[in-house]
């Protein structure tokens, strides 16, 4: 895969994902993940990965459109170079990412995170987010192997606090107990 190797210091995370080809200059097309778009700005240094394969580029410009980006990489100007790169997931370094406005996370942040419910019970470990196009939905690892979804609503999480790495809800009666079926 072309491209430069420079690592710089901080974690990789995913901004987008499965890049496509757009036209004969090199231009790729991905799908943007939450408010992480906003971070791709011009001279930033992104990270190509698939599979085991990665590569690190420049980014030359970026232009938004919903919740797509195209974007233009430094020595990257024909379909041909381009090509390979088709199908990548696309990652920014965390250093990089935009502030959010209060209230809102980068999903990166809420995995792993432990969730309470009240009375300091530990229902389990967040292990992904899920985009439903409404409220967004974390997936809870409990300790058998069974998983639980929970709204990520203010009226359910009253408590987010990434120092801490705890999420503390205040279930509706009967949330808990739907996937316990």
């Known amino acids: 895969m072309p491209g ?7 974690p990789w995370v995913r901004v987008a994902r499965s890049v496509t080809l757009r036209g004969p200059q090199g231009l790729l097309t991905a799908r943007t993940e939450g408010q992480v778009a906003g971070a791709l700005l011009p001279g930033r240094i992104i990270r190509l990965a698939k599979g085991a ?13 919903r919740d797509r980006v195209v974007l233009k990489l430094e020595g990257i100007d024909s379909a041909a170079l381009a090509g390979p790169l088709a199908g990548s997931d696309i990652y920014l370094q965390s250093k990089d ?8 996370y980068y999903i990166f942040r ?14 389990g470990r967040v292990k992904d987010v899920l ?29 987010i606090d990434i120092g801490a790495g705890i999420i503390e809800i205040d279930p509706p009666p009967g949330l808990l107990e739907i996937d316990a079926i």
């Open 53 to 65: 394969s990665s590569a690190t580029f420049r980014l030359m410009n970026a232009e938004r459109y």
């Open 4 to 10: 430069r190797e420079d690592e710089q210091d901080g």
């Open 97 to 104: 990412l935009v502030d959010l406005p209060e209230g809102t």
């Open 131 to 159: 985009r439903t196009g409404g409220t967004d939905l974390l997936l809870v690892q409990g300790e058998s192997p069974q998983e639980i979804l929970i709204p990520f609503a203010r009226s359910i999480c009253r408590r």
């Open 110 to 123: 809420l995995v792993g995170l432990e969730v309470f419910a009240p009375g300091n019970r530990r229902i």
